[in-house]
């Protein structure tokens, strides 16, 4: 028994959730690398090799009744023992056994107040009148909203300035980039080394936030969220996540304190925020029921001890490259993202990478440090290390970034001091969804990094595209500046790094000079 028309990488993974293993276990049972498992959930029209395709053909094979049933629900490849109803889809699937999907709707019941089981009930009667190519239609919708359109917007609807804080704006010639990035001078042009004693979070206590009451029209969307993640198969994660609750920052120091909440209360509340936003924006509308209620103005946006205030990480990554006769002179690679549709937040949107929240993955205090959580996404999102990535299974390595768990490029840059240089360039808070950014720049100014692994160096499954360009490239860089399709904290982030970059760069960087403002 094989699926009609041979594996893809759709159907490689199906087996993998009727199989219930993670992908380290799968790769373990085929007796294949983790990362080709990795290659098919970011590539689900990928079709393997011949030889694959046996592997795969034997441990269906090899599986038990029960297990073929649920590979043929997951493909609609029903074998003769499923019922004659016919197999359920995917998405009802998840619904009754994907963990985070229950904790998403054990979450919803408790701060609804509704008795257990209606959650339920609720994403599964949204789920059964849910057009999936409409949801399709309001994705491209979605993916034409400019992102001085949305800093726009945003301005209009908060004013641009409180006190000494005000929204980011950054010139480079004759381009203006206006941004919904709330910041101060205080918070710009860091040069902060993100390692200690530098960068000093505290986690002064594990215990969750205070309980949060629903408003109806929250509880709609929250559910309207939940059924469009599982018509869509969207990854959903549940999973700890640091809070903002106080921040001392300024040049040279990264200071403050951090609690921790769930991601699926960031996903069910403040993460709606943008979505809101962009069909609002696309409809020529200022209605933002949603955030009245939960980010009404600059006030509430800065008081972050009060709010769920998440966030994360985002670094413009450059790599030192000799001269060569096709290219030119010595440069750094500059890498960009256009982020995947399958991602909850900044879908489709240019980004700086790597990119990712800022959470615990065993060490509560001592992962609070930004730059463990850099270095995490840089072994994720850059070097295509799956089983760092909780998205994708569960997280049962003790250390995952012990020094005999690194992948080989991140082992040679932390052989050696001086070979790998992280800096925190700029904090802001994003007006989108309230979260916080650190904008970062990550530099290897070893020429002999790129000739050994420049060939290793691949995106996960967040990427849609990967993008490369060079510092000695002024024409293409401010052509790529004034793109319309970057994400807010990405155009943030890029800004700061290439000031940074221009600074400590030498003559690998030939471009036009940044210079930033704060809205007055």
């Not at 804080?165 to 042009?189: E, F, I, K, P, R």
């Not at 559910?223 to 996540?241: C, F, G, K």
């Not at 030498?506 to 007055?520: A, D, N």
Request: charged fraction near 25%; charge should be negative; include cysteine.
């Amino acid at each position: 028994m094989n699926p009609a028309g041979g594996w893809t990488g759709r159907t490689a993974t199906a087996l993998q959730s009727a199989l219930r293993l993670s992908q380290e276990r799968f790769a373990e049972r085929l007796g294949i690398s983790a990362r080709t498992v990795g290659s098919w959930h970011k590539k689900p029209d990928l079709r393997p090799q011949s030889d694959m395709q046996q592997v795969l053909d034997t441990a269906l094979a090899q599986a038990s009744d029960a297990e073929r049933d649920r590979f043929g629900a997951l493909t609609s490849d029903a074998p003769a023992s499923a019922s004659p109803a016919g197999a359920s889809s995917e998405a009802d699937e998840r619904l009754d056994a994907d963990p985070h999907i229950g904790a998403a709707l054990e979450w919803l019941d408790r701060h609804a107040h509704w008795t257990p089981g209606t959650g339920r009930r609720a994403v599964a009667d949204r789920l059964a009148h849910i057009d999936v190519q409409e949801l399709h239609d309001r994705g491209t919708q979605r993916g034409w909203v400019r992102q001085r359109d949305v800093a726009a917007a945003l301005t209009t609807y908060y004013g641009s300035r409180v006190d000494d804080h005000g929204l980011y704006t950054a010139q480079c010639g004759d381009l203006t980039m206006n941004t919904s990035v709330l910041t101060c001078a205080d918070w710009l042009d860091l040069n902060c080394e993100l390692r200690p004693p530098y960068d000093h979070f505290r986690v002064p206590s594990a215990q969750p936030e205070t309980d949060l009451d629903l408003a109806d029209h929250a509880v709609d969307r929250a559910v309207q969220r939940l059924a469009e993640t599982l018509s869509m198969n969207t990854r959903l994660t549940d999973s700890p996540i640091y809070r903002l609750t106080s921040a001392d920052i300024r040049e040279h120091q990264l200071r403050g304190t951090f609690g921790v909440s769930q991601f699926v209360h960031y996903a069910l509340t403040a993460d709606l925020l943008e979505g809101e936003l962009v069909d609002a924006v696309a409809a020529g509308s200022t209605a933002m029921p949603l955030r009245d209620r939960y980010l009404p103005d600059l006030r509430s946006v800065l008081d972050v001890g009060e709010r769920l205030c998440a966030g994360g990480v985002l670094a413009l990554t450059a790599i030192a490259r000799p001269a060569d006769p096709y290219r030119g002179d010595a440069d750094y690679l500059l890498l960009v993202q256009e982020r995947s549709g399958n991602v909850l937040n900044a879908a489709r949107r240019l980004a700086v990478i790597p990119k990712g929240f800022h959470q615990p993955l065993t060490d509560l205090r001592r992962d609070a440090q930004v730059g463990m959580t850099l270095r995490r996404e840089m072994e994720e999102e850059l070097f295509g290390r799956p089983d760092i990535d909780n998205t994708l299974g569960d997280m049962l390595a003790a250390d995952p970034l012990h020094p005999t768990k690194l992948t080989e490029p991140m082992s040679w840059l932390m052989a050696q001091p001086g070979r790998l240089r992280m800096e925190c360039t700029g904090f802001g808070l994003n007006l989108v969804s309230g979260n916080y950014e650190f904008a970062s720049l990550i530099v290897i100014d070893d020429e002999e990094f790129w000739a050994r692994y420049g060939g290793v160096v691949e995106a996960n499954w967040e990427s849609a595209t990967l993008r490369q360009y060079s510092t000695t490239d002024d024409e293409l860089v401010t052509e790529l500046l004034g793109d319309v399709a970057w994400s807010n904290e990405g155009l943030f982030a890029m800004s700061q790094g290439l000031r940074r970059l221009a600074e400590i760069g030498g003559e690998r960087v030939k471009l036009p000079v940044i210079e930033w403002e704060i809205s007055q």
